[in-house]
């Protein structure tokens, strides 16, 4: 009775560990679409829905590997958001301004045709 008083205790020890891990990726999904989605109603809330639903769907699930799964897509659609969608606003008929956040704007290196050769 005491081997199996551990293992239930050590189940739930892995279990609060991957809970704990799954609320942080739920807090960071919501954080990193309130910076992409900045001043965009329309995008802020069909995210925030997106995001619930997808975790409401899935808040049965118990299988560690399942879940695992389930958090590097998480983790995949935050760092694609985080770094690849840029806002546009519509000025006129046919012109789309773009609107970079900060952390997008990188140093651009010229490129060069002519290797340089190490020594």
């Known amino acids: 009775m005491g081997q199996a008083a551990k293992v239930t ?12 891990r799954v609320l942080q990726l739920f807090k960071t999904l919501h954080r990193t679409r309130q910076q992409v989605f900045k001043n965009d109603t329309r995008a802020l809330e069909a995210a925030r829905i997106k995001i619930n639903e997808e975790f409401r769907n899935n808040k049965s699930e118990t299988s560690p590997k399942k879940i695992e ?30 609107v970079p956040r900060k952390d997008l704007l990188i140093e651009n290196v010229p490129y060069c045709d002519t290797p340089t050769q190490k020594q």
Do not use: C, F, P, Y
């Open 69 to 98: 799964e389930l958090m590097k897509i998480g983790s995949d659609v935050e760092l694609l958001l985080r770094t690849s969608v840029v806002q546009g606003i519509l000025t006129d008929h046919n012109t789309l301004k773009l």
């Open 9 to 20: 205790g050590l189940g739930r020890k892995v279990g609060a560990m991957l809970m704990g």
